[in-house]
DNA sequence: CGCGAATTTGATCGACATCAAGTACCGTGG
DNA sequence: CCACGGTACTTGATGTCGATCAAATTCGCG
């Protein structure tokens, strides 16, 4: 039968173990040999650096998914941003890291000593200038969800995360979403209660469909993209 | 008599026309006399720049006040930033600018050619690490407002302004504010009368004391830090 | 002084938070 | 393979903070 492709293959999340060569060049770590570069794996809610710490690394995602947030006193949470795989995180201009970055699910990281790249960035404006960019697009998306967390509705700051997730992350059309509803709340500035309504009532609408609540399948996009105003 | 001093004597506000000599002296600029630098003065809600426009120009603000911000569709608007005397603005690693700068009252920006800017990055490592500081620091201011926006009551989100701006530009104690409530409400996620009860309601308690809605004196720092976090 | 804009203040509303059960998922061990 | 248990998720009832609507009042400038 042809239709044996539709049966329900097993995809593989996204955040799993990759295909061999998925993700193995970082343009910032082809160019320079020197640079040393150790893999660590981290299980799930570990905590891989903690705001405040001297930044001695320089991380990207191989596997997994991480949170990087800040607390307040009593203990609300804000989320910054997810960092999903091939994503670098915990490059500072400063000597300190200024989020928690934690373990999503287990995780393996590379991590290239913060120090050998500030000396390649020295002889090397090309990795200067990545250094740069890499810290621009952090502002970037930092300034977007600064307009999501002060002026979108509930169901546009869902609608916006759904989108983005897509964008990063979905594998024939699906999202697997490593995060919890929590989570997602405290990166979106609502409740998991709220967000979990939200994901119902675009459902509801058939926006989206569900195979768990950790399998979401995008079914209109266009509808979803004029949500997220 | 000797209280003359402690009339009213007019003060000066910070963003008003400087001292001779004062903000004279940026760090990017003194090092690279080849940079050519240009002044310009936009009056009160004057555009700068838009969002998406090519960023032709990095600005310093020095004199008045600028605010960056982004819009909905449905007009909502979210102020990223302001910008104060002595700030450098409109610095972008892409070609364009992300957020749109306009100046608050009459301001005064000197402007010099990002291309040229670059082109001394190039040549000197110092000055590219100076872009990436700035690009850094900006990301830092909205990380910390990222915070402010997803999990802060209101009353903390006005402490947090407070103080923020008493750091920045009070004149022997005194805040005097170049913004509008209605400003203020679309760089801290609120509305203006929530602004407006808020300020209210911290001077019935004493933190602070008003001559005028747009001068501000704090009384208690050490309270509002509490209030803030 | 007088005018328009900004600000304050009051009354009411509503979106989202909170509190509280139920239900489904999923990894573990029998 | 299935039963079990804990966590995650959903759903419902109610509460509340800040938004919205609506006037005053004040400010600041010509």
Known sequence: MLNQSLAAAPVR??????????????????????????EFTYGRDKCIFGEGE????????????VRSYRLLNDGRRQIGAFRLVRDVFGLESGSSHRLTAEAICETKVRMVKRRSLEAAAKSDVVVACQLWTMTANELRHAEDHMLLLGRKTAAQ????F????????????????????????????????????????????????????????????????????
Chains 1, 2 share one sequence.
């Open 162 to 229: 759904l989108l983005e997730l897509d964008r990063r992350i979905s594998v024939s059309g699906e999202v697997a979403l490593p995060m919890t509803r929590c989570d997602i709340a405290d990166y979106l500035g609502l409740t998991l209660e709220t967000v979990s309504r939200t994901v119902t009532q675009f459902h509801e609408k058939g926006v989206l469909t569900l195979s768990g609540p950790r399998h979401i399948r995008l079914r209109d996009r266009a509808r979803l993209a004029a949500m997220a105003a």
């Open 54 to 65: 001297i930044a001695e690394y320089v991380y990207q995602v191989m596997r997994g998914a």
């Open 157 to 160: 700051r869902v609608a916006t």
């Open 13 to 38: 999340p996204h955040w799993g173990q990759p295909a061999p060569g998925d993700a193995e060049e970082s343009p910032l770590l082809s160019r320079h040999p020197e640079l040393v570069v150790t």
